[in-house]
């Protein structure tokens, strides 16, 4: 009896520190993203991101244990929202909603704490990476964000299976990937040619 309760609690350590891996790896992306836009995102912005991947950094090295309070998180997202309206006047409707991206997926990282969360982030993130291409539309910049793509897909894959090693997730999400280049190809083909919905 004893050896079971020592196995669940060893199956329940390795899924949580998995989980970790996961959102360890959701919170690269979102600094990495939101740093490609860096002409176009305020740097108080940026340092909410900075600031909101060192929590899951310190929650994954076991130097923090606890998240920031929902009452100190809404009160950061009101005032980060009243500064973003002053000074979304300045930079224009399309550069403000930008911002508000990147400042939505930063609060949702320090926020996490269900299954949902991380979809949600998840989301934004293939979002905020399809507002990278407005900006950046080189070849190397189409790598990156394929790059990022990939990540994001390794880290649900970590969120959702977290007993199978990373280097298997990553042959897989490979695999799954090269298969939908012919229909992302064909996508890239046709969709330009019908009329705007």
Known sequence: MFTRYKQKINSAAITRSSSNIALLLLAVALVFVSFSLFASVLTWI???VVCGAVIRTAIYCDIYKHLPSIRTLNLLAVLSVLGLIYTALSVGLLLGMV????LAC???LM???SRKDVYQLVISLFFLIGCGFI???SIGFSLFYAFMCLLLLLSLACYHAPSITIKKHLTHISMLSIQALPIGFMMFLVLPQLPPL
């Open 46 to 48: 940026l340092l909410l």
């Open 99 to 102: 911002n508000l991206l990147v």
């Open 106 to 108: 930063a609060l949702k």
């Open 111 to 113: 926020q996490m704490r």
């Open 135 to 137: 900006f950046n539309q």
